[in-house]
């Protein structure tokens, strides 16, 4: 039996943050309206609803703020209270899922109706698809050479152990981890198979590698 799936959903809107099915995405939980939010969610299934919002905004997401369609549903596997009042909460990926009508805002947060029928067959189970490992471990390499330090930093590459990894958890640690814009971070949350994720991931690196290398040769 697979898990219980919410029909509606909190939303936590936050801008480049990526969750997948079986990955781990740690947060601090500090404004009033989602310590709210996760309070209640400790108190019935412990899911909330991770959805970018579709501009890059300064500060808190406002409740105006238009968000993508697709999010990911994560469960909440770890909480701790702080004594400044904050949380310190991690949520393990379950499934994603579409917005099929944003709700009434309640007790202060964003809420939705969504369907997950397009993503749980894929999800609910490892994805086996194919992934090529050269490439996208090359690509990498070419995309650290030319990012620098601060995205080597964020990846924190262990190469020893990116090599020996499951396909999957392989290419949704570097997902997840790494330096990409929300626009892109979106493409890789909607690829549906591991294949296509692992693919954009391959496309999205050696275009930074070509925009670089551009740039460079402009110069005298």
């Given at each position: 039996m697979g898990p219980i799936l919410p029909e509606t959903l909190p939303l936590f809107p936050?801008?480049?943050?990526?969750?997948?099915?079986?990955?781990?995405?740690?947060?601090n939980?500090?404004?009033?309206?989602?310590?709210?939010?996760?309070e209640d969610a400790l108190g019935v299934g412990r899911a909330i609803g991770m959805i970018q919002p579709c501009y890059d905004v300064p500060g808190p997401v406002p409740d105006s703020c238009a968000l993508y369609g697709v999010g990911c549903l994560g469960k909440i596997v770890d909480f701790r209270e702080m004594e400044d009042g904050r949380f310190i909460i991690t949520l393990a990926g379950i499934t994603r899922f579409k917005v099929v009508e944003e709700l009434e805002i309640e007790r202060g947060y964003r809420r939705a109706a969504v369907d997950y029928t397009p993503y749980q067959k894929v999800d609910l189970e490892e994805d086996k698809s194919n992934v090529n490992r050269q490439a996208l471990l090359e690509e990498l390499r070419n995309?650290?050479?030319?990012?620098?330090p601060h995205a080597q930093d964020m990846l924190d590459?262990?190469?020893?152990a990116l090599e020996q990894a499951p396909d999957?958890?392989?290419?949704?640690?570097?997902?997840?981890?790494?330096?990409?814009?929300?626009?892109?971070?979106?493409?890789?949350?909607?690829?549906?198979t591991l294949t296509q994720r692992a693919?954009?991931?391959?496309?999205?690196?050696?275009?930074?590698?070509?925009?670089?290398?551009?740039?460079?040769s402009g110069h005298a």
């Amino acid at each position: 039996m697979g898990p219980i799936l919410p029909e509606t959903l909190p939303l936590f809107p936050l801008n480049g943050a990526l969750l997948l099915p079986r990955g781990q995405l740690p947060l601090n939980i500090f404004e009033p309206r989602y310590l709210t939010m996760v309070e209640d969610a400790l108190g019935v299934g412990r899911a909330i609803g991770m959805i970018q919002p579709c501009y890059d905004v300064p500060g808190p997401v406002p409740d105006s703020c238009a968000l993508y369609g697709v999010g990911c549903l994560g469960k909440i596997v770890d909480f701790r209270e702080m004594e400044d009042g904050r949380f310190i909460i991690t949520l393990a990926g379950i499934t994603r899922f579409k917005v099929v009508e944003e709700l009434e805002i309640e007790r202060g947060y964003r809420r939705a109706a969504v369907d997950y029928t397009p993503y749980q067959k894929v999800d609910l189970e490892e994805d086996k698809s194919n992934v090529n490992r050269q490439a996208l471990l090359e690509e990498l390499r070419n995309f650290l050479d030319i990012s620098g330090p601060h995205a080597q930093d964020m990846l924190d590459v262990n190469w020893d152990a990116l090599e020996q990894a499951p396909d999957e958890d392989l290419v949704n640690a570097l997902a997840m981890l790494g330096p990409f814009e929300a626009r892109e971070k979106q493409a890789l949350l909607e690829a549906i198979t591991l294949t296509q994720r692992a693919q954009t991931l391959i496309t999205m690196m050696s275009m930074a590698a070509l925009g670089h290398e551009e740039g460079s040769s402009g110069h005298a």
